[in-house]
């Protein structure tokens, strides 16, 4: 029972840092919108996306869906917490899809407002991604609608914007030449410095839970090799390699949401739920992880031959 209940908690991981790396670099390229005030630039930054969005998107279904199925209560108590930030959230995404599927076809005037509403969303639903992370690393409260929002969380949602900023600026040096690429670059190193800075500032502010995951071998191998891409990455954004600081940045996210988890585990709201108490019974788990074991790889399939069709860079 206990590895079937690793199997399940393991399967949920993956796709949340699927979404974190696919969705989180198309969140990143919504928010650079409002440092590229021209309407050409801006066409290239949404044509980067458009093919490819939706798809990056289905990993967050996948990971809802499975929640619900896989450990039930633990979806229960995350909707009685946090029930505002989740469908906040969950309206931003919407916001901005609705203003990157009609902007193309909008008239001028009507453009600038669907990308001030695609800008409004991505950062939205960004920092509410990052809030919802440090509501439960720091664990939930369940006073208020508002008990969740705190300094840490609210710090972890500004950490997480600046990750996701670095991983567009990354994605949109890889996709597009020119001027665009170039001032890609140079705001990618202020948001790794930023994102470097904030997030020592949250393990100032929990130091107990990210000592826990120093304690274990896995978190100690996913700290030092963090480390060692913080440094690497500045380097990359250098090298006509173009893919190289993507790659390194999107390892970065892994490492930093391993992290997370390894802080967190076996809870999986700390102090409230373990995964043993809130797991479904092993029937059900089987038969979603069956589900999931044919779904997965699909949308990887999906995923990585949009990529390779897509792969050329832009003018």
């Given at each position: 029972?206990p590895?079937?209940?690793n199997?399940?908690?393991?399967?949920?991981?993956?796709?949340?840092?699927?979404?974190?790396?696919?969705d989180?670099?198309?969140?990143?390229?919504g928010?650079?919108?409002?440092?590229?005030?021209?309407?050409?630039?801006?066409?290239?930054l949404?044509?980067?996306?458009?093919?490819?969005?939706?798809?990056?998107?289905?990993?967050?279904?996948?990971?809802?869906?499975?929640l619900?199925?896989?450990?039930?209560?633990?979806?229960?108590?995350l909707?009685?917490?946090?029930?505002?930030?989740?469908?906040?959230?969950?309206?931003?995404?919407?916001?901005?899809?609705?203003?990157?599927?009609?902007?193309?076809?909008?008239?001028?005037?009507?453009?600038?407002?669907?990308d001030?509403?695609?800008?409004?969303?991505?950062?939205?639903?960004?920092?509410?991604?990052?809030?919802?992370?440090?509501?439960?690393?720091?664990?939930?409260?369940?006073?208020?609608?508002?008990?969740?929002?705190?300094?840490?969380?609210?710090?972890s949602?500004?950490a997480?914007?600046?990750?996701?900023?670095?991983?567009?600026?990354?994605w949109?040096?890889?996709?597009?030449?020119?001027?665009?690429?170039?001032?890609?670059?140079?705001?990618?190193?202020?948001?790794?410095?930023?994102?470097?800075?904030?997030?020592?500032?949250?393990?100032?502010?929990?130091?107990?839970?990210?000592?826990?995951a120093?304690?274990?071998?896995?978190?100690?191998?996913?700290?030092?090799?963090?480390?060692?891409?913080?440094?690497?990455?500045?380097f990359?954004?250098?090298?006509?390699?173009?893919?190289?600081?993507?790659?390194?940045?999107?390892?970065?996210?892994?490492c930093?949401?391993?992290?997370?988890?390894?802080?967190i585990?076996?809870?999986?709201?700390?102090d409230v739920?373990?995964?043993?108490?809130?797991?479904a019974?092993?029937?059900?788990?089987?038969?979603?992880?069956?589900?999931?074991?044919?779904?997965?790889?699909?949308?990887?399939?999906?995923n990585?031959?949009?990529?390779?069709?897509?792969?050329g860079?832009?003018?």
């Amino acid at each position: 029972m206990p590895d079937l209940i690793n199997l399940s908690a393991a399967v949920l991981a993956f796709s949340l840092v699927m979404y974190v790396l696919l969705d989180g670099t198309d969140l990143g390229v919504g928010m650079l919108f409002a440092w590229f005030p021209e309407g050409r630039d801006r066409h290239h930054l949404s044509a980067t996306i458009l093919p490819v969005w939706d798809a990056n998107e289905t990993w967050l279904v996948l990971m809802a869906g499975g929640l619900l199925a896989l450990f039930p209560a633990a979806y229960t108590q995350l909707l009685t917490g946090l029930y505002l930030p989740l469908f906040a959230m969950l309206l931003a995404l919407v916001a901005r899809a609705v203003a990157l599927e009609y902007r193309s076809q909008a008239s001028t005037r009507m453009q600038r407002r669907l990308d001030i509403l695609f800008i409004i969303g991505s950062a939205l639903a960004s920092f509410l991604q990052g809030a919802l992370a440090g509501s439960i690393l720091s664990g939930i409260s369940f006073g208020s609608p508002f008990s969740w929002l705190t300094p840490f969380t609210i710090l972890s949602g500004i950490a997480t914007v600046a990750a996701y900023l670095l991983a567009g600026c990354c994605w949109i040096r890889w996709r597009v030449k020119g001027e665009v690429a170039e001032r890609c670059s140079q705001l990618a190193s202020l948001f790794l410095v930023l994102m470097i800075v904030l997030v020592i500032g949250l393990c100032l502010l929990l130091p107990g839970r990210f000592l826990l995951a120093w304690e274990t071998p896995l978190g100690k191998a996913l700290l030092l090799l963090s480390g060692m891409l913080i440094v690497a990455i500045p380097f990359l954004l250098h090298r006509e390699k173009l893919i190289l600081p993507l790659l390194a940045v999107l390892l970065l996210l892994v490492c930093l949401s391993g992290l997370a988890l390894v802080a967190i585990y076996p809870w999986l709201i700390p102090d409230v739920l373990s995964l043993e108490e809130a797991a479904a019974l092993p029937a059900t788990q089987h038969f979603v992880l069956v589900g999931l074991g044919l779904v997965i790889p699909l949308t990887l399939i999906y995923n990585s031959w949009a990529f390779w069709v897509l792969r050329g860079r832009m003018k």
